[in-house]
């Protein structure tokens, strides 16, 4: 008997007809995701980011290494002495001291 | 329209937001349809529906179109649904449902003809009915004996398995009888 009672209540509810979609919805949403894309900060992960500028650093940091080079190498044919030679100079005399 | 749905798609992907607003268009009557079941505000509606095109719309790389747009796009909206289904339940104890209408009661109270309950008045005595069950067990519910859902096409759309949906399904059964007979004795003590 009460299952006959909810089946007419479940068949009565499947008659219901469905809502009239508002006009310019699809418009609205379009807006919605436009605002959500200007509002939102892009966040790009580290990684991403290494790999988007990893060939800047790659020069940069071979640059540097050549750079260092040079200058090691342009000091060490040139007599003058250099911060290796005080350094040392420093540690016999406090040793011998 | 799965074909014009299909090429909208690849059309979104290649930067077009026009496209979207089309796939929009083609797919709104089906997304208000599903949540219509779980919500009677149309404006709160409309903001489950926006809800569900803004998930669909950042979930879109993940679409790989072995099934349809449209069956994809169901199954969002029936997320969103359960979510919404959720949150009503957990503020169920703040928010007062509206009593019965005269006709509903009458109904219950035996005093109309079984076959003069319309869908807006069972719809009425589904809602209070309904708090009974569990969130799941309404979504389940809905999708089989209201939208006429096979078992199948329910674990598609929720991801359960199909012996949590069959016994969902039987326990919100036995749930909303008792919960209809108990607004029955209600009405009847008034």
Redo the contacts between chains.
């Keep these: 008997m009460k299952d006959k009672k909810l089946n007419q209540i479940l068949a009565a509810a499947r008659q219901e007809t469905p809502p009239v979609v508002p006009t310019g919805f699809a418009e609205r949403v379009k807006h919605a995701l436009v605002n959500e894309a200007i509002s939102q900060p892009v966040v790009v992960a580290f990684w991403d980011q290494l790999n988007r500028n990893f060939t800047r650093y790659t020069v940069a940091a071979a640059a540097a290494i050549v750079i260092c080079a040079a200058v090691e190498v342009s000091q060490a044919f040139s007599h003058d002495p250099t911060i290796d030679d005080d350094v040392e100079q420093i540690c016999s005399d406090w040793m011998l001291r | 329209m799965v074909n014009d749905d299909a090429e909208l798609v690849a059309r979104v992907r290649a930067g077009s ?1 026009d496209a ?3 796939l ?2 083609n797919n ?2 089906q997304v ?2 599903i949540l ?1 079941r779980y919500e009677r505000d ?1 404006h709160l ?2 903001d489950l ?2 809800e569900t ?2 998930k669909a ?1 950042r979930a879109l790389a993940s679409f790989d179109g072995r099934a349809p747009f449209q069956h994809w796009l169901s199954r969002i909206a029936v997320h969103v649904a359960l979510d919404h289904v959720r949150r009503r339940k957990r503020l169920s104890g703040t928010v007062s449902l509206p009593d019965l209408g005269e006709d509903s009661v009458a109904w219950l109270r035996d005093e109309l003809p ?1 076959r003069e ?7 009425e ?2 809602e209070l ?1 309904m708090q009974s069950l569990s969130p799941a067990e309404q979504v389940v519910i809905t999708l089989m ?2 939208e ?1 859902r096979t078992v199948k096409e329910i674990c598609s759309l929720t991801g359960d398995s199909s012996v949590a949906v069959r016994v969902r399904a039987m326990r919100a ?1 036995t749930k ?2 008792k919960a ?2 108990k607004l ?1 004795a209600t009405e009847n003590e008034r």
């Excluded at chain 2, 309950?117 to 719809?123: D, N, T, Y």
């Design positions: 937001s979207y607003t089309e929009v268009r709104q009557q208000f349809s219509h149309l509606v409309e529906a926006q095109f803004t719309w079984p309950l319309e869908a807006r008045q069972a719809r005595i589904l009915a004996e209201i006429g059964r909303l009888r209809i007979e029955e």
